[in-house]
């Protein structure tokens, strides 16, 4: 069964010389229960532009994105953002939490605008990735692998059907990137959400059973957004 139903998807935005240019045009694509997917795809291909897409970041211009059984372009802004708290945990190459709170308030923040906040179950999930002695510790009293853990919790903190992965392990080092893209994995696994990944690694690209390119996909071609 598809989780993920999109159809005839296109996105395009206007260049600096005035003129509109295509970035994402997806005839079709689809994303099944509980699957993981790696999608290969070069920097400046538009694959983060079809993540945002997806995840109702940015609005189609035109074409169906299915999550279950609703249709994200017949949803109001409001609608969507509620609809993407609850249902899609996103996990960016550049982490996004807030720096003046906690590792303890981020993953609870993010849980504030889905079902609703829980502190013990952020906490737990912090103790998950190894973080269980970091609540209070701040984004820049940690590493770069610790803030990218903070990250994955705050993305699995309610449960969602479908986890979008941007470049996970392109700001770590090989021994970190290893290690949370196990940790991703493992913890879409226990909790059953389907985990979409776009990377240009071959390392991380290597891990992955199921693995398609973007630009098969994506009949806009080579973007340069």
Same mark, same amino acid.
């Given at each position: 069964?598809?989780?993920?139903?999109?159809?005839?998807?296109?996105?395009?935005?206007?260049?600096?010389?005035?003129?509109?240019?295509?970035?994402?045009?997806?005839?079709?694509?689809?994303?099944?229960?509980?699957?993981?997917?790696?999608?290969?795809?070069?920097?400046?291909?538009?694959?983060?532009?079809?993540?945002?897409?997806?995840?109702?970041?940015?609005?189609?211009?035109?074409?169906?994105?299915?999550?279950?059984?609703?249709?994200?372009?017949?949803?109001s802004e409001p609608a969507r953002d509620k609809f993407r708290a609850r249902n899609i945990g996103y996990?960016?190459?550049?982490?996004?939490?807030?720096?003046?709170?906690?590792?303890?308030?981020?993953?609870?923040?993010?849980? $504030?605008? =889905?079902?609703?906040?829980?502190? +013990?179950? !952020?906490? @737990? *999930?912090?103790? #998950?990735?190894? &973080?269980?002695?970091?609540?209070?510790?701040?984004?820049?009293?940690? $590493?770069? =692998?610790?803030?990218?853990?903070? +990250?994955? !919790?705050? @993305? *699995?903190?309610? #449960?969602?059907? &479908?986890?979008?992965?941007?470049?996970?392990?392109?700001?770590?080092?090989?021994?970190?990137?290893?290690?949370?893209? +196990?940790?991703?994995?493992?913890?879409?696994?226990?909790?059953?959400?389907?985990?979409?990944?776009?990377?240009?690694?071959?390392?991380?690209?290597?891990?992955?059973?199921?693995?398609?390119?973007?630009?098969?996909?994506?009949?806009?071609?080579?973007?340069?957004?």
């Open positions: 069964m598809s989780l993920l139903t999109i159809t005839s998807l296109q996105k395009s935005f206007v260049a600096p010389d005035g003129q509109a240019r295509r970035i994402v045009s997806i005839p079709e694509f689809a994303l099944g229960e509980g699957r993981q997917l790696a999608l290969r795809g070069e920097s400046g291909s538009g694959k983060t532009t079809f993540l945002h897409l997806i995840a109702g970041i940015l609005a189609a211009d035109s074409g169906s994105i299915r999550i279950g059984d609703r249709d994200l372009a017949l949803l996990i960016f190459q550049t982490f996004n939490l807030l720096q003046g709170f906690t590792c303890l308030e981020n993953v609870v923040l993010g849980m $504030s605008f =889905g079902p609703g906040a829980d502190r +013990a179950r !952020a906490a @737990a *999930l912090l103790e #998950r990735v190894g &973080l269980g002695h970091r609540l209070h510790h701040y984004p820049r009293q940690l $590493s770069t =692998g610790q803030q990218q853990r903070v +990250a994955v !919790a705050r @993305a *699995l903190a309610n #449960r969602p059907r &479908l986890v979008l992965a941007d470049e996970p392990t392109g700001n770590l080092d090989a021994r970190n990137g290893t290690e949370s893209l +196990a940790l991703i994995r493992e913890t879409c696994r226990e909790t059953g959400s389907a985990l979409l990944l776009v990377t240009h690694d071959p390392e991380v690209l290597r891990g992955f059973d199921e693995v398609s390119d973007f630009a098969a996909l994506n009949a806009a071609g080579e973007a340069s957004l």
